[in-house]
Structure formats: C-alpha cells, structure tokens
C-alpha cells in the first residue's frame, strides 16, 4: 500500500490541501472524465503538491473502480500526493462486515478512505430512516473496520453547519464516534453551501475549543463564499481544507483550489504546496480545464488570463509607476501575467504600457501620445474595439508615430467589387474583383470564393502574391462579426474581427464600418499590414 500523508510539503502532515476534483468537482453538472482524464487530472494535481487526491468512489461508479484498481496495478505514480478512496459507512441496520459498498473501499486498496456521514439529525431521521445511535454505530464499525484494516480514515461529517446549529449535542456526537474510533480529521461540510464566513469560523473555532479534534473544512459555494469560507475556517482552526480545481462541483461548485492555495500561501504565509510548484497554478488550472471541456475561466482569481489585466486609465498611470500599486500580488508569484488593455477608458500611461509590451516606445512622446489616445477613444466610440485586436492598435500607434514601416503599405486600392450570384440550382457563389497597386504595377483579379469574404480574400492573394512572396505563408485563422445596433444616435454597424497566422505567429486585427465587406476589407487590410511590416524589420534586423 502507498503512503498515507503527504510527501515533500514543506508543512508536512500538519496542514492537508486535499482536493477532490475526482470525486465532488465530477459531481458538476456537464464533468464526464474518462479513465484516461482521470488519471491525468491526477497527475496534474500531483505536479501542484497537494496533499490528498480523492479518486472518486469505488464500488459506485464503475470507472472509479477502475481507476484504483489500475493505480493499486502500477499505472499511477505520485510524487507528492497520498490516493483517497471515497465511500459512505455501512447502511443502517447492517453489518460492516456484509457491506458491499464498505468491502469496495478496502478492496480498491486507497491506502486513505474518506467516510461520508450524516450528521444532522433531521437528515438522520428522514433521510437515513434511522436514529442518532445507529447513525453513531454506522460510524463507529465502519471507521472501526479500515483503521484495524491499515487505513488512514478520514470522516466527511455532511451537513455538520445546519445540524450544528439545529442540534450541536447530535453533531458532535457523530464527530466522537469517528474519531473515538480512529478517524484522522472531522471534517465539517458546509453540504448545502449556505453559510458565510463569520459564523461559520465561529462554529470551526467552537468545535476546535470543545473537542480538540483535528478539523477539516468542505464547503460548497452556493453563497458564493466557499473559498472565504474554506480560509475563514483555516483561520479559524481547521488543519485541512478540502477544494476543487477551478472550483468544480456539485450545483454552485466547491471551493477552488487555485484561489485557496494562492490565499493561503500569499495572504497567509502558509506554505501549503511546494514553493517551486506555486507559479504552476495558472498553467495547471488551465490543462485540467481542458481535460473537463470547459473554457478557462478569464477571470478566476490569481489564474485566470483577466486576473491581472487592466483597462481603466487610472490604473495604468500608477502601474506605470509601479505595478503592484494595482495589483495584489505579483502575478508571476502565481505564473499569470499582467496586461494592459487599451479601450475607450484608455489614457495616456494605458497606451504607453501596451505600447513597451508590442515592442513600440511611446515614452517621452505626449504630442504622440494625446494624439493616440483622442484616437482611440473616437474609434472605440464608433464601434472599434483594440482590446483583442492586438495587431491593429500597434498599427494605429506607428502610423501616429509616422514609422516608415507603417507609411509605406505594401500596396493600395484602387477598387474591389463583390459580386453575390444567387443561381437557379440553388448555389450561391461570390466573386470578388480587386483592382490594386503593387510594386509600381496596376493588378487586376477576380477570384471565386464561398461569401463575400472569402472571395475578396482569394482575388487579393491572386493580386499580390507574385510580388510578396511571404503571402503564401499567411492564412485567415478566424474570423468573428459583431453586430452593434444598439447604439444611442448611431446607425448599426458591423465589427469584423479577423484572427492571421503565418504559422509562428497569430495576430488579430479590427474593421468597422456600416457594410460587413467594407468592416471585413478593412480587417483584411490591417492583418496584410502588420504582416508587412514584421518581414520589413526582420530584413531590417538582418
Ligand atoms: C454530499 C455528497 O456529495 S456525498 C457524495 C454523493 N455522491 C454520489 O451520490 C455519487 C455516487 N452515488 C451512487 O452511485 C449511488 O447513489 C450509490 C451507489 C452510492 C447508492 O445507490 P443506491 O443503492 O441505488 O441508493 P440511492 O442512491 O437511491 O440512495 C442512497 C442510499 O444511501 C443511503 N445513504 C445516504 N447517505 C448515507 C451515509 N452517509 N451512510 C450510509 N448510507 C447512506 C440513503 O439513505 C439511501 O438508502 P436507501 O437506498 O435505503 O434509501
Ligand atoms: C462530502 C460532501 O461532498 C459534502 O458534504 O458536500
């Protein structure tokens, strides 16, 4: 059997980051991990340092029984982490001895078994058909049972807060019976999720002082509070916090183990993972959101890509005196980055800041920079949007500077004409016509293309690609229009944003205008820009 505490934290024993992504955050609604998933989900936790991983419930669902047994066979190797089986105690009115779901626990050979158990007496009453002796002997035998077995047991007291409150004596006496018979930690579980900080602290610092059990805390997040909560009870007491990665779980969720990990660790001291694995939270965070198939939240706390981002002027200005004037942390601290993004609320030390981080050096420059911030903010106010149009706003900052790169484009229109054929048969084909400037020669094309678009695309490359030959190298990634017809006074117009690769590097560029081709041609227009002017100052640089 594998070990049963954690190894190479520095806290070690003491303090228990226990996460249960595999077992609650796999309750969350849309969550199906395979086999496979499941062990990489475990190894990602593993490469963070957290103490525990519980790896579902073996002898209910019939991919958790897999995974133990292939983990107890060799196939899961960790470093850090002690492998957590997840179980109920025996049914009321049966042997431990007869139960098959308690016989799964020890035959899935986690050499940790975390028990889950009623210990409210209205949920003792109604839900289990039982009373509070039983719920206490179910207890009893089952902890009884693995400890004598060579388990470490752990004990999820379910809905510990309500039925505290509603009935400490019964609480409490559930609590005795694990741990009387060998438990490690009472575990309180917020399991509805309802409570908030100061009276759930309360009620961890009174249990402490009255029992002097080892505390844990779970708590759900249906209030919105369960990463304050999680930290509130460690400050309270608790010597091990339960959580989930991004926060996934049963309805609201659970409490997230990015942002408990980095309260802990940044705001208390604590130095709860390995330090060197504290700047992989953000990278992990992400690849175990890929393995659940949900999109990264942009605005998770300490990871996500929006956790240090910033877009109002005023904030920029004292960033650029010095960062953390703005920001809580360091954001390296936790391995995410700061941005700075320039929109409509953008001021002179926003344009600044993005400018050091595109390579343009705007510093020194205040005709430059009044002029580039009235700039933007009349574009934004006319549906422009700089903030993921990365490329254009390095453009619209050179040609404010008159950068030579900038004023010399690598061709100009004449004119472009689309022609949109609805035929008979019922095919719709597009055709474009550029009429352009190119190395001193006028070019004319005409290609055919699956919409507008596509077809203005197609003639332009046949136009342009005899005379810059790095065309072949760039393609049209994506593509997204937006409709803003919701604007006071203005008529709707379309924003296009197009996404460019040339296979090293992908930029995005921004066009607007009332007709969808004309904002798509203007998008067009920039990304052909930009990627002119890398190829001018690579052969610049060379
Ligand atoms: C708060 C939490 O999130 S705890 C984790 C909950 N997770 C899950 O439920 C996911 C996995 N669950 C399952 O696969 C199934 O529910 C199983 C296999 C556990 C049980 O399935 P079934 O035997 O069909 O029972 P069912 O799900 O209908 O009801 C649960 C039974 O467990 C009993 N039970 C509930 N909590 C406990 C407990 N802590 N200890 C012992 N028995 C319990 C219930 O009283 C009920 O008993 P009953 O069948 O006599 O009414
Ligand atoms: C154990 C658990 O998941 C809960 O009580 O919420």
């Not at 009321?92 to 007496?121: H, I």
Request: include cysteine; glycine fraction near 8%.
């Amino acid at each position: 059997m594998t070990r049963t505490a954690p190894a190479e934290t520095p806290l070690g024993d003491s303090f228990h980051v226990f996460d249960t992504t595999l077992r609650d955050g796999a309750q969350r609604e849309g969550i199906t991990y395979s086999l496979a998933d499941k062990f990489a989900v475990a190894r990602l936790l593993d490469e963070v340092g957290v103490g525990f991983i519980e790896g579902g419930w073996p002898g209910a669902l019939p991919t958790d029984t897999e995974f133990f047994a292939r983990a107890a066979a060799g196939e899961l190797t960790l470093r850090h982490a002690a492998l957590v089986a997840f179980g109920a105690t025996r049914r009321p009115g049966t042997k431990v001895t007869e139960d098959q779901q308690v016989a799964a626990l020890l035959a899935s050979q986690a050499p940790v078994v975390t028990l889950v158990a009623k210990s409210d007496v209205r949920h003792i009453e109604r839900a289990l058909r039982t009373d509070v002796a039983e719920a206490c002997a179910m207890v009893r035998d089952t902890v009884s049972f693995l400890v004598e077995r060579g388990r470490r047991v752990f004990l999820d007291a379910e809905h510990f807060f309500d039925g505290f409150a509603h009935d400490p004596d019964c609480a409490l006496r559930v609590l005795a019976a694990a741990m009387e018979s060998g438990a490690d930690v009472a575990v309180l579980c917020d399991t509805n999720g309802g409570q908030l900080p100061l009276a759930l602290a309360d009620t961890v610092g009174e249990v402490v002082a009255r029992t002097g059990y080892r505390v844990g805390i779970h708590c759900q997040d249906d209030t919105g509070c369960a990463v304050a909560n999680s930290v509130a009870a460690v400050q309270a007491g608790a010597t091990h916090v339960q959580c989930t990665a991004n926060g996934y779980g049963e309805r609201a969720g659970n409490a997230d183990l990015f942002a408990v990990v980095g309260n802990l660790v940044t705001k208390l001291g604590m130095p709860v993972i390995p330090t060197a694995s504290v700047p992989e939270l953000s990278r992990v965070s992400h690849a175990l959101a890929e393995i659940a198939n949900l999109a990264p939240d942009t605005h998770q706390a300490y990871v996500g890509a929006s956790a240090f981002a910033h877009k109002a002027g005023l904030h920029a200005s004292a960033i650029k005196v010095d960062p953390l004037l703005y920001n809580h942390i360091d954001p390296e601290v936790v391995g995410n980055d700061m941005r700075v993004l320039v929109t409509e609320m953008a001021g002179q030390a926003s344009l600044e800041l993005k400018g050091r981080e595109l390579g343009v050096d705007l510093a020194g420059q205040p005709a430059v920079l009044t002029s580039a911030v009235r700039r933007v903010k009349e574009l934004e106010s006319r549906g422009w949007s700089f903030e993921a149009a990365d490329a254009s706003l390095e453009l619209l900052l050179r040609r404010e500077l008159e950068e030579s790169s900038v004023d010399s484009p690598p061709f100009t229109l004449e004119s472009y004409r689309v022609i949109l054929d609805h035929r008979l048969d019922g095919v719709i084909v597009s055709e474009a016509t550029v009429k352009v400037h190119v190395a001193g020669t006028r070019v004319i094309a005409t290609a055919e293309g699956n919409g507008p678009v596509h077809a203005l695309d197609a003639a332009l490359r046949q136009a342009l690609s005899p005379y810059l030959p790095w065309l072949a190298d760039v393609r049209l990634s994506d593509y997204k229009v937006r409709i803003l017809a919701d604007r006071p006074g203005t008529d709707a117009v379309t924003r296009v944003l197009v996404e460019s690769t040339d296979r090293e590097h992908e930029w995005t560029t921004v066009g607007v205008h009332g007709n969808i081709v004309e904002a798509s041609w203007l998008a067009l227009c920039d990304a052909l820009a930009h990627k002119a002017m890398r190829v001018e100052a690579a052969s610049v640089s060379r």
